[in-house]
């Protein structure tokens, strides 16, 4: 085993502690130093973003009605009542909300108003054809009901015929 003298345990201790601060510092500056200038933003960048922020936010305030309004008259509406107007009237809602997104196409967030056209126009779709079909299965009811009558009477007539 080699013994060192008191002077070269402390050459080696201040070595050591040099090596770590020096391991330290690097590790340091790699995880904290900003590399890049993308962080930088101007007061009119800021102000920008912040009113384009505000004018969203007012969008969807204002645009909240029409989608309330739109849904309900979705949910309202009965194809069986013969009133054109009303499935125009929904068209145009959903026309509106479809118009924010055209007008800023460039934000991603107004894609929400796309969406929730397409997904209104998909459920207005689907119930006009749902109570369609519920009305056309009611006819086709009724008509098998009335081929059913029309059967049990041919019988009686065939079978009274039949019988004399």
């Known amino acids: 085993m080699i013994k060192l003298s008191i002077k070269e345990r402390r050459d080696q201790f201040l070595l050591l502690i040099t090596v770590f601060l020096f391991t330290v510092s690097l590790i340091g500056f790699g995880l904290f130093h900003d590399f890049g200038d993308d962080k930088i933003i101007s007061k009119q960048d800021l102000t920008a973003k912040l009113a ?23 949910i309202r509406f009965n194809p069986a009542v ?27 967030r107004y894609k929400t108003f796309l969406q929730l056209s397409l997904l209104y126009n998909a459920l207005f779709f689907n119930r006009r054809e749902l109570k369609g ?12 009901d009335d081929c059913k009558l029309s059967i049990r009477q041919l019988k009686e007539t065939i079978g009274y015929q039949a019988g004399r």
């Open 52 to 74: 384009q922020d505000a004018e969203f936010e007012n969008t969807v305030r204002v645009q909240r009605a029409t989608v309330d309004t739109a849904y309900k008259q979705i």
């Open 82 to 108: 013969k009133a054109a107007f009303l499935e125009n009237d929904i068209k145009y809602s959903l026309g509106s909300i479809k118009s924010n997104y055209d007008r800023n196409a460039f934000d991603p």
């Open 133 to 144: 079909n519920n009305n056309d299965i009611e006819n086709l009811k009724k008509s098998l």
